[in-house]
């Protein structure tokens, strides 16, 4: 299967995200690999079988959402030096969304810009992080404050890679299957309330229909001036529940759970979802094995970390909620702040 990424805003950007297993591979510029410890002990050797380049790299880095860093960046940058890369050379994303974000953003920096390719191995890139050119990385304040919309030139999805994937990972990928079918497709949310998403072919399914949803999104409105923006369902939340843990406590996607779980309690508080279909959402996330609560340490200043987000401007939080019914969304500014306050009260041991 093939779903084409074609810019509404640039009639030059446009590529293919090919959902199938990995074809043979064959480059006539040098290429870098970048991975980390954990999938190139897996997959490494896989790989390599299916390129053909002049002049091949692999630049090894530590595994973990820790890790996604200016010096790791860096690194990558000194290793495409010293390997004396040029303008024409290309890169290979080749793990999971924090790889991704990280090789793509160095692709950008490097000599201005050379090429890179995504080939994701785990659900989460799979059907959200490889698609739509994101890249960047997290500092002190929060998650992804640095980077740069950089497309790729090719997205290479085989499922094969996710036969190594762990439980957790797994379900954290699940996270962000919900958060587009909550958004925008409710056929697709009962979908996935009806199967078992282990299964191979319901899995080819959930990765085929979220790329579907995340290309149209991504076709409209590359840089996230418009719709672009309700991807980040459950995200607002979760960024913060992520900056206060280190990043070490929480994979993404069960950090995005809980957030979607915190947004759809605003959403209720609102009036804009009724009770039944939150607790849908939540029946969902929890048999999916994705946590729902969170031990609230101060309800103060998580609401402060919200301004830190990129998704805020002007002094004003942007929070994407689900309104009506699961499949319809809204985005909406200046919530009160005790309003906002009273939903994080509410988190710990009583959601």
């Known amino acids: 299967m093939i779903v084409s990424i074609k810019l509404s805003s640039s009639e030059s950007v446009q590529y293919d995200i090919t959902i199938d297993a990995l074809r043979n591979l064959s480059f006539n510029r040098k290429v870098a690999i970048v991975t980390n410890t954990t999938v190139s002990t897996l997959h490494l050797d896989r790989l390599l079988s299916k390129i053909d380049a002049p002049q091949l790299e692999v630049v090894t880095v530590p595994d973990g959402e820790e890790y996604k860093t200016l010096s790791t960046v860096e690194s990558i940058l000194e290793t495409l030096f010293e390997a004396k890369f040029d303008r024409k050379s290309l890169l290979i994303a080749f793990g999971g969304g924090v790889i991704g974000d990280m090789a793509g953003f160095a692709a950008s920096l490097y000599q201005r810009g050379v090429d890179f ?3 994701p191995t785990t659900l989460l890139s799979q059907v959200d992080a490889s698609v739509g050119g994101k890249t960047g990385v997290n500092n002190q304040y929060g998650k992804n404050l640095v980077g740069a919309f950089y497309q790729p030139k ?3 999805i085989d ?3 996710l036969s190594t994937l762990p439980a ?3 379900a954290a990928g699940i996270a962000e299957v919900i958060k587009m079918a909550v958004m925008f497709d409710r056929g697709f949310f009962e979908y996935l309330e009806m199967n078992d998403l282990r299964h191979d072919a319901v899995v080819k399914e959930m990765i085929a229909r979220s790329v579907t949803i995340k290309a149209n999104v991504v076709n409209q409105d590359e840089k996230e001036a418009g719709i672009r923006a309700v991807l980040n369902y459950g995200h607002t939340f979760g ?6 843990t ?3 406590k929480y994979l993404h996607g069960e950090a995005v759970s809980i957030g979607m779980v915190m947004a759809n309690e605003l959403a209720v508080e609102l009036g804009l979802l009724s009770r039944e ?3 849908r959402v939540l029946n969902l996330l929890q048999n999916s094995g994705l946590p729902t609560k969170y031990p609230m340490r101060n309800v103060d200043s998580f609401y402060e970390h919200f301004f830190l987000d990129k998704k805020s401007s002007s002094g004003k939080i942007k ?5 009506g019914k699961i499949g319809t969304h809204t985005i909406r500014e200046g919530i009160d702040e005790k309003l906002v306050k009273k939903v994080l009260s509410l988190f710990g041991d009583n959601i």
């Not at 929070?319 to 309104?323: A, G, N, S, T, Y």
């Open 319 to 323: 929070f994407i909620l689900p309104q």
């Open 246 to 248: 280190s990043y070490s």
């Open 154 to 156: 090719a997205v290479h």
């Open 239 to 244: 960024h913060v529940i992520e900056n206060e």
């Open 159 to 161: 499922p094969y890679f």
């Open 277 to 279: 279909e939150a607790n």
């Open 117 to 119: 390719i995504q080939i």
């Open 168 to 170: 957790r990972e797994f």
